[in-house]
């Protein structure tokens, strides 16, 4: 079975990016939202990166 990357429906916060790469990735989602706040509102760039990722990953069926 194929993996994809998808936003998650059933355990989205915003829009579901973190839930979607924990899911990936087979880590828990608040794991993956905690390393999102740090690294990347840390540097400045996080909500741009969101947005981004909001318009390109899409979302599970």
């Known amino acids: 079975m194929r ?14 990016v973190c839930a979607g790469i924990g899911h990936y990735f087979d880590i828990d989602p608040t794991l993956v939202r905690l390393i ?8 400045g760039f996080g909500l741009l ?6 318009i390109i990953i899409p979302e599970e069926y």
């Open 3 to 16: 993996k994809r990357l998808y936003r998650a429906k059933d355990d989205r916060m915003i829009a579901g």
């Open 36 to 43: 999102w706040v740090f690294l990347f509102f840390g540097a």
């Open 49 to 54: 990166a969101y947005i981004i990722c909001v």
